[in-house]
């Protein structure tokens, strides 16, 4: 397939305030009509949330940081299958397949976005925030939709010899 190859990674800087691109890569997700000066501030203010709620709640094992938090989160809700459509002899199929790594985090971006952003009436860094730290307790919105998703593709399991 020509022209799907970019060099959107090796382009990609990290963050100016921790360094780090995967933070950046949700910075970009979060941007809305290209105001990334805005999309930045909601995430840093976030972030501080996050920070401040974990210097209040001294739990051990418990990450420091608040990027940790942010990390973790991340990691909680990537899904490992889904369920792709496919037709087969006039029929179609709920076939599992095993997501890969960069789906796997863009679709962890794209639901806690979307959990964080239903939450009407708040500032949305306080419930991005709040979506984060959830997810990070393996709670949450974006939780639920990756549960949701697993228990699709453990329903489907019987179709899963059309995944070819």
């Known amino acids: ?5 970019t060099k959107s990674e090796q382009q990609l800087r990290p963050d100016p305030r921790f360094n780090d691109k995967t933070l950046s890569k949700f910075i970009n997700c979060i941007m809305v ?30 990450p420091e940081t608040a990027v940790e938090v942010f990390h973790m989160a991340i990691d909680n809700v990537k899904p490992h299958v889904e369920v792709r459509s496919k037709r087969v002899g006039g029929a179609n199929y709920q076939v599992p397949m095993p997501v890969n790594s960069r789906r796997q985090t863009s679709l962890a ?5 979307e959990a964080a952003r239903s939450e009407k009436g708040r500032p949305i860094a306080r419930s991005l925030a709040e979506e984060i730290y959830n997810a ?10 990756r549960e949701q998703v697993h228990r699709m593709a453990e329903a489907n399991k019987a179709f899963a010899h059309f995944a070819w």
């Not at 307790?137 to 639920?144: F, I, L, S, V």
């Open 33 to 62: 009509d290209g105001k990334k000066s805005v999309a930045i501030r909601v995430m840093y203010d976030s972030l501080d949330l996050i920070q401040n709620k974990l210097d209040k709640e001294k739990i051990p094992d418990a």
């Open 109 to 113: 971006f794209r639901w806690i976005r």
């Open 136 to 145: 990070a307790r393996r709670e949450g919105k974006a939780m639920q939709t």
């Open 1 to 5: 397939m020509a022209g799907r190859i």
